[in-house]
């Protein structure tokens, strides 16, 4: 390396910073600032998906006890129903 050619270090150490005139307490609070809205941000997207999971949990819930029933009124018909979709899906699939 050659000894007239300075390098700016990326990542400079607090004392370095300091002599360099940057401001270290206003990089923490830039950086605060973006922590308390990026947490913001992800509490309002668990809020939006514990909603949306609690539906579709409330909706196979419900057509679980619908398929339950039909079974239990058609076993019959249940039964060739399920072998009919095995024999489809056992023919895509080869």
């Known amino acids: 390396m050659n000894a007239e050619t300075t390098t700016q270090n990326p990542f400079p150490t607090s004392s370095e910073a300091a ?7 206003g990089d923490a609070n830039r950086v605060r600032r973006m922590a308390q809205s990026l947490h913001e ?3 309002s997207l668990e809020q939006k998906f514990g909603t949306g999971s609690e539906r579709i949990m409330g909706l196979q819930e419900e057509y ?13 018909a249940a039964l060739g129903a399920a072998f009919a979709a095995g024999f489809i899906i056992a023919k895509i699939l080869r």
Do not use: F, I, T, W
Request: hydrophobic share 35%; charged share 15%.
């Open 41 to 43: 941000a992800v509490d």
């Open 64 to 76: 679980g006890n619908m398929a339950r029933e039909q079974v239990r009124a058609n076993p019959l």
């Open 19 to 25: 002599s360099n005139g940057s401001s270290l307490n």
